[in-house]
Nanobody
């Protein structure tokens, strides 16, 4: 499985960004896809995940501001991020998991300036 991420960038506090991650290769529709983020010196942390079976799952920091969704084929995941805060600044990583294992994207930088 290969993952291609897009949509990162710089935005002012209060602004919005939309991240996309497309899975290709041997990707299947029965999967969990989502986003984690990491700042220097810290562990990678959950932002949100989505599966067809269980729907969306959000970290507390994302609830009410971020929305995760997937396309009909369940192979592209989106993260709509609204009301961004400076503390949302991080490298955001896409993750794909199915019964065979887990794949991580290379990461996309999100920078929120106050």
């Amino acid at each position: 499985v290969q993952l291609v991420e897009s949509g990162g960038g710089s935005v002012q506090a209060g602004g919005s960004l939309r991240l996309s991650c497309a899975a290709s290769g041997s990707a299947v529709s029965v999967n969990v896809m989502g986003w984690y983020r990491q700042t220097p010196g810290n562990e990678r942390e959950l932002v949100a995940t989505h599966s067809r079976a269980d729907g969306a799952n959000y970290a507390d920091s994302a609830k009410g501001r971020f929305t995760i969704s997937k396309n009909k084929l369940q192979t592209t995941v989106y993260l709509q991020m609204n009301s961004l805060k400076s503390e949302d600044t991080a490298v955001y990583y896409c993750v794909y998991q199915d019964r065979r294992g887990q794949t991580w994207g290379q990461g996309t930088q999100v920078t929120v300036s106050s």
